[in-house]
């Protein structure tokens, strides 16, 4: 259910505008929350399991260091009412970028993923992008032609790869509950 975001709405747009303006891009935005409890729940226990996890129960401080973020996924707006009612999957990827695998793929700034290669648009020229929460825990980069994330020392997997140690703008996951599309953005450039 996609419902007004109301009061969020300041937020939510400030987030996707921050690097959209620092390309000179002009969008008009529109936002809607979605609210469903099942993938909610699904999302939380993910998200409680890599910070028990990576972090341990009574660490807030490491806890806080993998912690969800907030991470764009730009879409068409068919693959957009699919995500809404069944989140992310990672049986419908490998349609547009598969550099990092046929995994889910999300990136920090809004210019990446209002391309129209992600971010198709629709006849009127709206497309259409996801503002996720994300739960990043411990990632490494990727490895050519491999099926999942590296084995660490601990023989786990990592639990996201990423583009760049150092700085990463793009994020990969193999876990459709890793991350929650909470709110959609219809955007016209």
């Known amino acids: 259910m996609l419902v007004d975001v109301g009061a969020e709405r300041d937020e939510v747009v400030a987030a996707f505008t921050r690097t959209m303006t620092k390309r000179g891009i ?33 660490n807030v401080q490491a806890m806080q260091r993998f912690d969800q973020c907030w991470l764009l996924h730009g879409t068409d707006q068919n693959t957009a009412h699919t995500t809404i009612s069944q989140g992310f999957n990672r049986s419908f990827c490998g349609k547009n970028i ?18 129209r290669t992600y ?34 020392n601990d023989n786990m997997l990592f639990d996201t790869i990423v583009d760049d140690m150092a700085n990463p703008s793009i994020y990969v996951t193999d876990h459709d509950a890793q991350a929650y599309p909470e709110y959609l953005v219809h955007f016209r450039q």
């Open 26 to 58: 002009q969008v008009e935005v529109e936002v809607l929350r979605r609210q469903k409890a099942p993938m909610w729940s699904l999302s939380a226990v993910k998200r409680q399991s890599i910070l028990v996890c990576e972090a341990g129960a009574d």
């Open 119 to 152: 971010a198709a648009a629709d006849t009127q020229g709206v497309q259409c992008m996801f503002l996720c929460r994300f739960v990043v825990g411990v990632y490494c980069r990727r490895i050519q032609n491999a099926l999942t994330p590296a084995v660490r």
């Open 98 to 115: 598969t550099r990092y695998g046929n995994s889910v793929h999300f990136a920090r700034d809004a210019s990446f993923s209002s391309r």
